[in-house]
């Protein structure tokens, strides 16, 4: 299995909630069901954890404090 890190940066002003939806492909395009798949800050930190469903996808909510 291929690790393939992905960074981008969310700022935000007035939102309240956000949410990102991560789809895990292997090599030949298939979706890749039961991935794990590890959300971290612009530090290196672990924020959130999820596993992939069927169609090889998870997604992570958070609502701003």
Same mark, same amino acid.
Do not use: E, N, W, Y
């Given at each position: 299995?291929?690790?393939?890190?992905?960074?981008?940066?969310?700022?935000?002003?007035?939102?309240?909630?956000?949410?990102? !939806?991560? %789809?895990?492909?292997?090599?030949?395009?298939? $979706?890749? @069901? /039961?991935?794990?798949?590890?959300?971290? +800050? =612009? !530090?290196? %930190?672990?924020?959130?954890?999820?596993?992939? $469903?069927? @169609? /090889?996808?998870?997604?992570?909510?958070? +609502? =701003?404090?």
């Amino acid at each position: 299995m291929k690790l393939v890190k992905l960074s981008f940066c969310l700022f935000v002003g007035i939102v309240a909630h956000a949410a990102v !939806t991560v %789809r895990v492909l292997d090599p030949a395009g298939a $979706s890749v @069901p /039961g991935a794990t798949v590890v959300l971290r +800050d =612009a !530090t290196g %930190r672990d924020v959130a954890t999820g596993r992939t $469903s069927q @169609p /090889g996808s998870v997604r992570f909510t958070a +609502d =701003a404090v």
